[in-house]
């Protein structure tokens, strides 16, 4: 079951998914299903979640020319600087540094 969750993150990372869309797809309750996640993955949903968007961030980071907005927006996130956020608290440097750094 969570393995068949991970695969929905994985393949919609990109879209506006949570808890509650999650749960319709694997026909669970949003409290059990946040339960049984966080007990076999050691993570809850929203910190997977963003694990995911941030690995493809860092991805196209590396390997692409998109602007940081861009590639925000491709991982999932509408507002720019939010992303910005979430990737230094993530990686500990700013989505551009990384970019320098790790190409």
């Known amino acids: 079951m969570i393995d068949d969750v991970k695969r929905l993150i994985e393949d919609h990372y990109m ?20 339960y049984l996640f966080n007990k076999e993955a050691g993570l809850t949903l929203v910190k997977y979640i963003t694990k995911v968007r941030m690995l493809k961030a860092a991805e196209l980071l590396r390997h692409t020319n998109m602007t940081i907005a861009d590639i925000g927006a491709k991982v ?28």
Do not use: M
């Open 76 to 103: 999932g996130f509408l507002n720019d600087s939010y992303f910005c956020k979430i990737f230094k608290n993530h990686h500990g440097i700013s989505p551009a540094k990384f970019r320098e750094t790790r190409r």
């Open 15 to 34: 879209e506006d998914i949570g808890l509650g869309w999650l749960a319709e797809r694997v026909f669970l309750t949003q409290t059990y299903l946040s």
